[in-house]
């Protein structure tokens, strides 16, 4: 048989046929005098074997151990930690249908979604409670950043930050506090008469802005790298004013609340 014959036996392409003989999997008849390559019988029940080993879901290289006699992983083996496999891959399929299913029963996903169920449960019950004002570009900023905690944080981490977001907010008190700060940062943010940062304001939205987070979040003593590269973009994203006081409220935390 020609390389195309074989290929058309077995049902594959013939690069298919030329891929394997580079990897060493099937091996290569002699050419003959005209100079084609003459495929006998053995060629055709290797390259089926390697065919039905490919459509079970091991890769090239698992398919070499099982056809090397010398390898020292018979077909049990090599299947056995195929069916592992994939057995993980079910338990992640499930895990991810599970969590998009939560998400999409939840109603309007937020803008920043998809995010964890944790916090498409807080984002939810903050939108229903009004807690957050619609149209405040800090509290927007904040979404995001919580949004970013949630993609990083471990899990463990992460459920600390919704708990304290939640107790955050749980208040009338909180709410009124957390809308007064938004409002003080909003204002820092004046594109036409920009604030100067020694601004009295900038100090006063510092201090509101700490009233909000909880004491648990960021303890006293807390350290803060304010040099490291993430901090520096973070602040790069506000305005100079709203960073500043920022800057202010991270020190006020982390220093001692006055």
């Avoid at 495929?39 to 490919?54: C, M």
């Avoid at 803008?111 to 019950?125: D, I, K, Q, W």
């Avoid at 405040?136 to 899990?155: F, H, I, N, Q």
């Avoid at 920022?246 to 609340?257: C, E, N, S």
């Amino acid at each position: 048989m020609r390389i195309g014959e074989l290929a058309e036996t077995v049902g594959v392409t013939t690069r298919t046929v030329r891929h394997y003989h580079h990897l060493g999997l099937l091996p290569e008849p002699e050419r003959r005098s005209n100079g084609y390559r003459d495929y006998g019988l053995r060629h055709a029940v290797v390259l089926a074997r390697i065919r039905r080993l490919t459509e079970l879901g091991l890769g090239l290289t698992e398919v070499r151990d099982v056809l090397a006699e010398d390898a020292g992983r018979d077909l049990v083996e090599v299947l056995t930690e195929l069916d592992e496999d994939l057995a993980r891959q079910e338990s992640a399929i499930r895990e991810r249908r599970a969590r998009l299913r939560t998400l999409l029963d939840s109603g309007e996903l937020p803008a920043e979604g998809p995010v964890s169920p944790e916090l498409t449960a807080v984002f939810s019950e903050l939108t229903q409670t009004s807690t957050l004002p619609a149209d405040s570009p800090m509290a927007a900023k904040d979404r995001e950043m919580l949004a970013l905690l949630d993609t990083v944080a471990t899990p463990a981490e992460r459920a600390r930050i919704m708990d304290l977001v939640g107790s955050a907010v749980a208040t009338p008190d909180a709410v009124a506090r957390a809308h007064e700060a938004y409002a003080l940062l909003d204002a820092l943010a004046d594109t036409e008469h920009p604030v100067d940062p020694a601004d009295p304001r900038v100090d006063e939205a510092a201090r509101a802005l700490a009233a909000c987070v909880p004491a648990t979040l960021l303890p006293e003593g807390s350290p803060v790298e304010e040099d490291s590269g993430f901090l520096r973009a973070f602040y790069a994203d506000f305005a100079p004013a709203q960073a500043e006081a920022i800057r202010r409220m991270l020190r006020l935390v982390t220093r001692g609340r006055p």
